[in-house]
């Protein structure tokens, strides 16, 4: 029988093996004159397709969110401030639109707030850059 330590170990290495699967995809972009498009998303077990995305600021994004899996997740995003701004139920088989606007540049976060989901992959960023010259919000 495997002492604790064995375990404890095993079960580490676990953990990390799993979170060095959640790597960030190739960046999704929404153009400065975009605003208002749907991103369509892609909520599976333990990752959400695509989960790297950039937008300018001032941005107002309709995530489409399409929960493929056979059990109910959440997405949370929250600001630079760790702040909440969007959390909504994502009911298994079902599509739920959810509108972000996005006013101050920086990296803003999203994940399942369901336990360890984010720990395994479910969690992704916006990143929201500034405006160039001449173009209003």
């Known amino acids: 029988m495997k002492t604790m330590s064995e375990v404890?170990?095993?079960?580490?290495?676990?953990?990390?093996?799993?979170?060095?699967?959640?790597?960030?995809?190739?960046?999704?972009?929404v153009s400065e004159?975009?605003?208002?498009?749907?991103v369509e998303l892609k909520a599976e077990s333990f990752k959400f397709e695509p989960n790297n995305i950039r937008v300018f600021e001032g941005a107002m994004i309709i995530?489409?969110?399409e929960n493929s899996s056979g059990?109910?997740?959440n997405f949370t995003i929250i600001n630079r401030q760790k702040q909440i701004l969007k959390e909504v139920a994502l009911p298994a088989k079902e599509a739920v639109d959810i509108?972000?606007?996005f006013a101050d540049p920086?990296?803003?976060?999203?994940?399942c707030d369901k336990p360890?989901?984010?720990?395994?992959?479910?969690?992704?960023?916006?990143?929201?850059?500034?405006?160039?010259?001449?173009i209003s919000k």
């Open 33 to 38: 004159k975009e605003s208002g498009k749907v």
């Open 99 to 101: 509108n972000v606007s």
């Open 71 to 73: 059990s109910a997740h």
């Open 106 to 111: 920086g990296v803003y976060e999203f994940f």
């Open 116 to 134: 360890l989901h984010s720990s395994f992959g479910m969690k992704g960023q916006v990143e929201v850059i500034k405006r160039g010259p001449g």
């Open 63 to 65: 995530f489409r969110i």
């Open 8 to 29: 404890l170990v095993i079960c580490s290495m676990l953990v990390l093996l799993l979170t060095g699967c959640a790597s960030l995809q190739p960046q999704v972009s």
